[in-house]
């Protein structure tokens, strides 16, 4: 059952045992509300269903209790009256939300009221015409703004190329351990791309290619497959963020390479962002610093070269803060969630994990937030002077820093190395997870070639490269 608009095809999943449901109340809803604000198109009722489904797989690690944020004017698009649809969804308890309030934006957390069964899902054919076309027209749109920079990605993400061991999928699944959410989750992107429905957009200020495979949890990784069943593997640049801060703070303090960093800039999308971090740059590359501060950089990045940083961050906690921590059955820590601007306690299987996203948070985090106990003893560990540059970075908008990061990195793996290998080749299967390269084992040596020569081109120095086949 697949819609067909503009040569493409456009249908979207729903469990069997919610429409059921859906279709009765829609029907007994009309019944009174023959005519206006209040009759409602099962089409549109049944497609906000899917969004939420949808939107929790790509939120899997933001999700406060299972909810998704949609804000208004996202959900706008789709539909003027979309409140009335959602008030309609929450009366006959199929939909649940909580309130939430963002700077500039009110957006509410929503849910499916109910746990799905994965193998009742259904492939479901949008019947109205002016709303396919919409549904059509908002997802080609976003499809096609990633084929003009990375079609040379995109065109391996659909079901001729890329499919899942469906029944071992499931049986796993069966006896998954872990939160009902988590494992509603996991068995939504199942259905996915067993069903085909894979997109994809190229958005975001990150510059990111997001699609199923960056969604999809680590532990279902095992069981895509390609369409001549072959083994996939990934090439995963270890500590990618902290490695690219360091390799900058080279650029601009040890080598003073103006070309390179102009190369930089070049990768970084937005403009103001751009501009904003030349200016920031630029009086970073003429101070001239004491010998001291050059020693202190030298220092950092170093410890970034030849150690896993974050084992290093967890060895040199104090005891105090360690005993705050763990806990009988892991480590555990209350961390700002920007989605609902409260602290959430947050869950980690060891003191590695948590070292990973307290350097994240040091490297995103505004720099006059008042500082816990964990990012006093990070900074702490690190020269003064590697402090005063990130908090220079973020000394106007503390979102440029991350985005900084995130936009090299993007560059650098979507839109010069994995460009690079499909100009070696165009059969060479390539897909991407952020700072990872997936790809079938046999090409393993060529992309492994050319991310060393690309980041040797730029900085110099390697990154640590961890392969790891997905099985």
């Known amino acids: 059952m697949k819609a067909k608009l503009n040569n493409r095809y456009y249908y979207f999943l729903i469990n069997k045992e919610l429409y059921k449901k859906l279709k009765f109340q829609v029907h007994a809803n009309n019944t009174i509300h023959q005519k206006g604000k209040y009759h ?24 406060k209790n299972g909810y998704v944020n949609l804000k208004a004017e996202y959900l706008k698009k789709y539909h003027a009256n979309y409140t009335v649809y959602f008030k309609f969804l929450e009366k006959i308890e199929l939909v649940e939300s909580t309130r939430s309030y963002r700077p500039k934006h009110y957006s509410k957390g929503y849910r499916i009221k109910h746990e799905l069964d994965c193998s009742d899902f259904d492939c479901y054919e949008v019947k109205d015409f002016s709303f396919r076309k919409k549904l059509t027209k908002l997802n080609l749109k976003r499809m096609q703004t990633a084929d003009k920079t990375t079609y040379h990605l995109t065109k391996w993400l659909n079901i001729d190329h890329l499919s899942i061991d469906y029944d071992n999928a499931i049986q796993y699944l069966k006896n998954y351990k872990g939160l009902p959410k988590q494992k509603q989750i996991r068995k939504f992107a199942v259905e996915i791309i067993r069903t085909g429905l894979i997109d994809y957009s190229r958005e975001g200020r990150d510059n990111r ?9 680590k532990d279902m990784r095992k069981f895509i497959k390609t369409s001549n069943n072959e083994e996939l593997m990934a090439l995963d640049i270890k500590s990618s963020q902290p490695y690219l801060f360091a390799a900058l703070l080279k650029l601009i303090f040890i080598d003073k390479d103006l070309i390179k960093i102009e190369g930089l800039y070049k990768l970084i999308k937005d403009k103001n962002i751009r501009q904003r971090v030349s200016s920031i740059i630029s009086i970073m590359i003429h101070k001239n610093l004491e010998y001291t501060d050059i020693l202190e950089i030298s220092e950092f990045i170093n410890l970034v070269e030849t150690k896993d940083i974050y084992n290093y961050i967890s060895s040199n906690f104090t005891e105090k803060l360690k005993y705050e921590i763990e806990t009988p059955i892991g480590i555990g820590d209350y961390f700002y969630c920007k989605n609902v601007k409260k602290n959430k306690y947050k869950h980690f299987d060891n003191l590695r994990d948590y070292s990973k996203a307290i350097m994240l948070e040091y490297l995103y985090c505004s720099p006059s937030k008042k500082r816990k106990r964990r990012q006093k003893e990070i900074r702490n560990m690190f020269p003064a002077l590697v402090n005063e540059i990130i908090d220079l970075f973020k000394s106007k908008y503390k979102e440029d820093f991350a985005i900084l990061l995130q936009n090299i990195e993007a560059g650098l793996i979507l839109d010069i190395i994995t460009k690079n290998i499909s100009l070696i080749d165009k059969n060479i299967q390539l897909y991407t997870i952020h700072d990872s390269i997936v790809t079938l084992s046999k090409h393993e040596e060529i992309v492994l070639s050319e991310i060393k020569n690309i980041y040797l081109n730029f900085f110099d120095w390697l990154p640590k490269i961890k392969s790891e086949v997905w099985v």
């Not at 198109?41 to 999700?63: G, P, T, V």
């Not at 290619?209 to 949890?217: D, E, K, N, R």
Request: proline share 3%; aromatic share 6%; with cysteine.
């Open 40 to 63: 409602i198109k099962l089409d549109i009722a049944a497609y906000f269903i899917h969004l939420i489904c949808h939107k929790s797989l790509q939120r899997k690690d933001k999700l």
């Open 209 to 217: 290619l997001h699609s199923i495979l960056t969604h999809l949890p």
